[in-house]
Nanobody
Framework: QVQLVESGGGSVQPGGSLRLSCVTS????????MGWYRQAPGKERELVAR???????????SYADFVKGRFTISRNIATNTLYLQMNSLKPEDTAVYYC?????????WGQGTQVTVSS
């Protein structure tokens, strides 16, 4: 059974930074791709960033326009951990952030971690 456990959320002032972590119960390479989504109150869940596993340990990443240049997705293969470094945070970044993993026709989700950006 696949488990994704997020951590690192919290409250921060505008312009601040947070780093989210997602530890997987299985090897990161076993997933076709992993990503971070977020859901604000009253809004639909939206994709924030995604990282794709390519051949020979290579990878590719992609970002939603609203986080480009501010957020960075990365992974640590040795610890099976996915990260989301969030800089220059804005109040509109306030949401529950979810870790996501996909393999073949299956999709897995973490429980979510709250990020609040407020002065």
């Amino acid at each position: 059974q696949v488990q994704l456990v997020e951590s690192g959320g919290g409250s921060v002032q505008p312009g601040g930074s947070l780093r989210l972590s997602c530890v997987t119960s299985q090897k990161i390479f076993s997933f076709n791709n992993m990503g971070w989504y977020r859901q604000a109150p009253g809004k639909e869940r939206e994709l924030v960033a995604r990282i794709f596993t390519l051949a020979n340990t290579n990878y590719a990443d992609s970002y939603a326009d609203f986080v480009k240049g501010r957020f960075t997705i990365s992974r640590n293969i040795a610890t099976n951990t996915l990260y989301l470094q969030m800089n220059s945070l804005k109040p509109e970044d306030t949401a529950v952030y979810y870790c996501n993993a996909e393999r073949s026709s299956s999709t897995y989700w973490g429980q979510g971690t709250q990020v609040t950006v407020s002065s």
